[in-house]
C-alpha cells in the first residue's frame, strides 16, 4: 500500500535517506566486524562458531547444548556454510573464515533494515517515514553493536521482519502469506522464542477475519514445525528434542536465572542508556502513534517484549529480533504524525530529524561499555565493551601458527570467554584455567598474564596477556575431553 499523496520529489528524498542510511549501517557494521576480536558472550563462540569449527574441520569445543541436543544445528550449518565459503575463496583460516562470517552477519543486519522499511511501507508509510524508521535499526548503537556476532537473535532478526511485512500488511497476496509464514518458521529453527511471532501472526490475521489465510497460515507453520522434529530426530535422535531439553532448563527447572536476574524495567533502562533517552522516547512515542495504523503489529511487538521482561533472567540481545519491527512502527507512527500537520517545511523535516537522532547514536557505538548494554553490570560496568578478551583471542590465532604446539593452556582464564578452536585453529589439547599445571607436560604453549611467564619463552604479546612457550614436546593426555568446562 503506497501514500498517494507522495511527492515524486519527496519519493526521490526517500529513496536517497533509505540508500545513505544503508550503506552507512553496512559500512559500520562490516567495519567493526573486521577491526575487533572480543566477546560480549560465550554464545556468538561456543553455540555458533565453535559447533560449525567442529562441522566444518572437524574439531572444537562442546558446550552442553551441542552434547546434551537442546539447540538445533540450523544456526552452526549457517555459519559452516560461511567457513566453507570462505575455504573456496582461499581464505581457509581464522582472520579469513571470521572475517567473511562476521561480516556476512553485519551485511544481514543492514538487510534487516530494509526488511523494516518494506514493512513500514507495507503498512502504508511514505518511501522517506519508512526509511526514517528503517533509519533506527540502521543507524542504532545496539543493533550495530550486536549485528557482527553469530548470534540467533541476529541472525533470526531478518526472516522476522520479512516474514511479517509479506503475511501481515493489509491487501497481502496469498503468495506472501504463504512466504512470511514460511520464513517465521524458519525463523523458529535459528530461535525458539520467535515463535511468539507465528502465534501473532495467526492472532492478527484471525482478528481481521481473514479464516482462509489463517488456516493456510497455520498449515506452513506446522509443516515447519514438522520440519524442526524432523531434523531433531535426524539430528538428536528424538523427535523435538532442542525444544524439550531447551524449554525444560529454562521454564521447568528454571536454571537460566544462574546467570543472572534483573528487574522488570531492565530492557527499557538498558536501551535507554544505550541508544539513548530521547531516541528511545521518541521510538515509543512514535510506535504509540502508530498503534491506530498497525494494531495488531503493535500488540505483537508489545507482547514480544513483556514475555521477555517478565522472565527473570534477561539479556540486551534476547530483543534482537522484535527491534527491527519497532523500528518499522516507529515509521509508521511519523506517518500518522505527519499527516495531522499541514503542508510546512516542518512536515517535511521530521523524518530527516529522527534520521539525525538515529545518526547521534551511531556515533555512541564505539565508546558503549558493559554497564550500557546490561552486561556484567555488577563485575566490570565502566569496561568498553568492544574488544572484551580480544588480546587472549588474538593470541590464539598466534598459538595456532607456532608449528612446534602440541597443547595450549589459558592459565588463570576460563576457555569459555575465549574464542576456542574457532581462533586456536589447531588440532591439539586446548585447557581451561583449571586444567592441568605446567608440571603434567601435556602442553608446551601457555597464555598468561604478562610479568607470569616463569622460566618460558615469552612470544607474543597482547595487551595484558602473553603467548609463553614452555618446551618442545608434550605428554599424552588421556583424561583431555572436547567438553567445554
Known sequence: MEDSMESSIER????VVLGVVLGVGAALRVAWALSEDGLYWPDEVYQSLEPAHRLVFGYGLRAWEYIEGARTWVLPALVAACFELSRALGLPEPRGYLGLTRSLFGLMGAATAWGSWRLARGYGASTLTAAAGASLFALG???????????????SALPVVLGLALALSPGASRRAVLGGASLLGVAVLLRLQNGVFCVALLGVLGARREWRRT????GVLVLWAGVLGLMDRLTWGHWFQSARVYLDFNLVRGMASNWGTAPFAYYYTVLARSLGPTLCLVTLGLGVLAARRAPGLFLLAIAFWLLHALQPHKELRFLMPVLPVFAALAGMGLEELR????????RLALPLWLGVLAGLSATRTGGLTFGQLGQYEHEKPRASAWDDFGPVNRLLIAAGHQPDVCGLKLERLHVAWSGGYSYFHRDVPLYSGQGPGRGARVYNYVITPTGLSGAGTVVATQGPFALVRLGERCAPDPGWSSRLP
Not at 12 to 15: C, P
Not at 141 to 155: D, H, K, M, Q, T
Not at 215 to 218: I, M, S, T, V
Not at 339 to 346: D, F, H, R, T
Open 339 to 346: 499527516g495531522a500537520l499541514p503542508p510546512s517545511p516542518v
Open 215 to 218: 488456516g493456510e497460515a497455520l
Open 141 to 155: 548503537s545496539v543493533p550495530v553493536y550486536f549485528a557482527p556476532r553469530a548470534l540467533s537473535e541476529n541472525a
Open 12 to 15: 526521490r528524498l526517500g529513496l
